[in-house]
């Protein structure tokens, strides 16, 4: 790491010809506050960041809770998230990796096993051998998407779903947040699944999260 | 860990399993088929952005007064050095080794046929049946039907029907109506995880003389 901070930061970064893309890892650091806050809980326990962490995230865990209406909903279930989440979050900060996603995504993805377990928990009489978060164990690897192009497709995602015409954003919000699978989100809004599923496709599309030559339905 | 599947779960799965809306068992598969394929990997990480931007911009609601001196003082109990990730390099994806080792598989290995074995894992869930299948290097499997879904990963080696070859990370869907007999490669055995929604329907006319969950012909 060390032995290429020393490239000055406005010196061109070298590519392959492949699909590959070889980037100087430490050359491009994730500058945004949480994410810096994340990693200085995980390197250093730094109380200051994560109380920090805990006033910006606490009421989105929250709110987040409180938009699922998914079965096992119980009133204290967004009070319950948040302190679960927040302190998975202490726990485990330190295998936070900045440059495979940011601390908006990372938490994001500790929030929604964590609202998907307790929902189970609540709901369910069987005993579950596996919890949501066992679905999420990666290799590590090289982060083959640069943090350049990470940057970006973030940037795409957050400016393109405000442009989202009021429909597709209805259903992307009834699956992400209200926990909604597409068979459900069809039966609620009386679409066809098959129309649910290509409202989904072009939101995905104008976000550039999927390329759009995939043939359609 | 490669990059070398070429069938992979389709882009409203994807969506659904970054959403948490997909059921446990397409779960399993789903994460099953990640451990192998890069590009589904960070297809994936941009629902993830999707989620979270999601998220952050959800309505904020106010916390409970004493919502943060509770976690503050849960740290204080939870204080230690923090975990380092050390995720051993298995073969298989970390939600199969985690129910083999809840299910015991190694000594769960049933005979379906003079060519397949199959291992049944308890999933806390009964809308499909999941199971592990070991096919022999070389073996043939009876020609079956199907009633329901079945969806299919190859963990290890390879196996072939009709259609195709499929290889390490392969995720595939079979569909009520799809009919087909696999073959294991020649080189080494195979070992593919399934969840099935419905048993299968044999169309070998003895098919009747087995138990339903019996899925495949012995032979």
Redesign the interface.
Known sequence: MSLVTSIPKNQAIPRTNGDRVAVFKSAEKRSDQWSQLLISVGENRDRQAFAQLFRHFGPLLKGFAHASRNEGWFPGLGDDLVQEVMIKVWNKAAGYNAEKASATTWIYTVARNCRIDMLRRKSNTQHLPLENEDFWHEPDEETPISLLQQKRSEDKVQSSLAQLPKEQDEILRKVYLEGKSHAEASAELGLPLGTVKSRVRLALQKMQVIVSTESQE | ?NNTSQFHPD??ML????????A?AP??C??AH??FC?KC???L????????????????????ED??D???A??DN??QA????D?K?SRF???VD??MK??LVSQTWKRLSGSVDVAR?????DEFEVALHKICAGGKTPKHDHQGLEYTVVLKGSFSDENAVYREGDFLIREPGDVHQPMGAQNGECICLSALSAPIKLTNPLGFLMKPWLRINPM
């Not at chain 2, 923090?82 to 990730?85: L, Y």
């Open positions: 860990m882009e409203t969506l659904e399993f970054s959403a948490g809306t997909l446990t779960s399993i789903v994460s990640l451990h890069s990997r960070n297809q990480l941009r629902l993830d952005q999707v989620g979270a931007q999601l998220m952050s911009e959800a309505k904020p609601l106010e916390l409970e919502a943060f509770a976690v503050m849960n740290l939870t204080e923090p975990a380092k990730s995720a390099v994806p970390f939600s985690k129910l809840n299910n894992f308890e999933t806390g869930q």
